[in-house]
T-cell receptor, first 110, second 113 residues
Framework: GNSVTQMEGPVTLSEEAFLTINCTYTATGYPSLFWYVQYPGEGLQLLLKATKADDKGSNKGFEATYRKETTSFHLEKGSVQVSDSAVYFCALNRDDKIIFGKGTRLHILP | DTAVSQTPKYLVTQMGNDKSIKCEQNLGHDTMYWYKQDSKKFLKIMFSYNNKELIINETVPNRFSPKSPDKAHLNLHINSLELGDSAVYFC????????????FGSGTRLTVV
């Protein structure tokens, strides 16, 4: 079946540190891949997406590359800020529904 | 203007009651969804509707009944509420194909006491 596995948190970093949140997926065919972010007390917002192999999604300094050979879509940011503290969800879209990973809570310390 | 709006934002109710959560989207999207987020932040799809027709029903107890009066609205009615129904419920909508992301509402936090 289709599923998403992402690294468990919480992840705690200092401001300006480099961020990687790992995500791998299992799916039939070629799903679209997404990262969503949930800030405290808010709903989910689409952060970035990639729809085919080798596509790179980017937004707000975050990047992720669709790697078909490793079935991965790792999220990276070169220099995190306190305002990036949130829960990040990796997701795939297949057969008319989004399937989410379990989420990774990120804490950025000033 | 809010793209996907849910009401109420918070709902506290006693076990055994019946309650409804409303969702409206003004994006012109054809497909709408309900997701449940548990206390560990895990998100799971419950239902999806495409142009008022039920497409996905993910083994949700039949106490939960979605209703779509038109393609801009997808309401969730819950009968005989149980403690385990406490969660945050998110409505979402999507345009077109799988390649597009979903737009989520801000959620309804349901607490059953």
């Amino acid at each position: 079946g289709n599923s998403v596995t992402q690294m468990e948190g919480p992840v705690t970093l200092s401001e300006e540190a480099f961020l990687t949140i790992n995500c791998t997926y299992t799916a039939t065919g070629y799903p679209s891949l997404f990262w969503y972010v949930q800030y405290p007390g808010e709903g989910l917002q689409l952060l970035l997406k990639a729809t085919k192999a080798d596509d790179k999604g980017s937004n707000k300094g975050f990047e992720a590359t669709y790697r078909k050979e490793t079935t991965s879509f790792h999220l990276e940011k070169g220099s995190v800020q306190v305002s990036d503290s949130a829960v990040y969800f990796c997701a795939l879209n297949r057969d008319d529904k989004i399937i989410f990973g379990k989420g990774t809570r990120l804490h950025i310390l000033p | 203007d809010t793209a996907v709006s849910q009401t109420p934002k918070y709902l506290v109710t006693q076990m055994g009651n019946d309650k409804s959560i409303k969702c409206e989207q003004n994006l012109g999207h054809d497909t709408m969804y309900w997701y449940k987020q548990d206390s560990k932040k895990f998100l799971k799809i419950m239902f999806s509707y495409n142009n008022k027709e039920l497409i996905i029903n993910e083994t949700v107890p039949n106490r939960f009944s979605p209703k779509s009066p038109d393609k801009a609205h997808l309401n969730l009615h819950i009968n005989s509420l149980e403690l385990g129904d406490s969660a945050v419920y998110f409505c979402a909508s999507r345009a077109g194909q799988d390649a597009y992301g979903y737009t989520f509402g801000s959620g309804t936090r349901l607490t059953v006491v």
